[in-house]
Each structure stands twice: as C-alpha cells, then as structure tokens.
Nanobody, 116 residues
Framework: QVQLVESGGGLVQAGDSLRLSCAASGRTFSRHRMGWYRQAPGKEREFVAQ????????YYADSVKGRFTISRDIAKNTVYLQMNSLKPEDTAIYYC?????????WGQGTQVTVSS
C-alpha cells in the first residue's frame, strides 16, 4: 500500500505564506501524479493543484493560480504546496493525493486557517 503524510498546516493571517509537504512511502512505483485537494467547512472537496511525477507538469485551480506553487522532490518522495498571499477563503483542510498504477490514495489532511 501507499502512505501519505501531510505537514505544514497552521494558523496564519491574510497575506501570509505557508508551505505544505506530503511525504509518500510504501508501494509508490508507477506513480502518475500527486497533488492537493481541499475541503472548507460545509463545502465539497475541491481540486487545488497537481503535478505529474515523471515530467513535472503542474495544473492549478483558477482560484489559486498565481498564488500557489506545487513542486516535487523525487529523491525525497515528497510533494510541496507553496501558498503565498493567503486569503481567508483558503481556509480548509488540505488533503494530499497520489494517483498510481495500484490506485488512488489520500492523506489524512492538514488544517490551514487564514484569519482576516
């Protein structure tokens, strides 16, 4: 199986930055892409960003383009989400995901709270 462990969430003020990390372990071969979704209170889970593992191509939700940057460290089996210019509407639980040849996997989530 695959295990995903997120870290880096916290409480910040509007305009601040945070960097989330997601470390993958286990049977991570044949990994296609990794990324992040988020879920705010009372809302459905929504896509944030993803990166293809082999080529490093990245994709973003319109709501975070220009503010968030996703990257990966192949040697560390880790994906990062650099979040700049945070807004109160970015407040959510952020979930890391991995799509691979053995299936789709999710982390437990990390809370990001942005105060105004």
């Amino acid at each position: 199986q695959v295990q995903l462990v997120e870290s880096g969430g916290g409480l910040v003020q509007a305009g601040d930055s945070l960097r989330l990390s997601c470390a993958a372990s286990g049977r991570t071969f044949s990994r296609h892409r990794m990324g992040w979704y988020r879920q705010a209170p009372g809302k459905e889970r929504e896509f944030v960003a993803q990166i293809t593992w082999s080529g490093g191509s990245s994709y973003y939700a319109d709501s975070v383009k220009g503010r968030f940057t996703i990257s990966r460290d192949i040697a560390k089996n880790t994906v990062y989400l650099q979040m700049n210019s945070l807004k109160p509407e970015d407040t959510a639980i952020y979930y890391c995901f991995l799509v691979g040849g053995l299936g789709d996997y999710w982390g437990q989530g990390t809370q990001v709270t942005v105060s105004s």
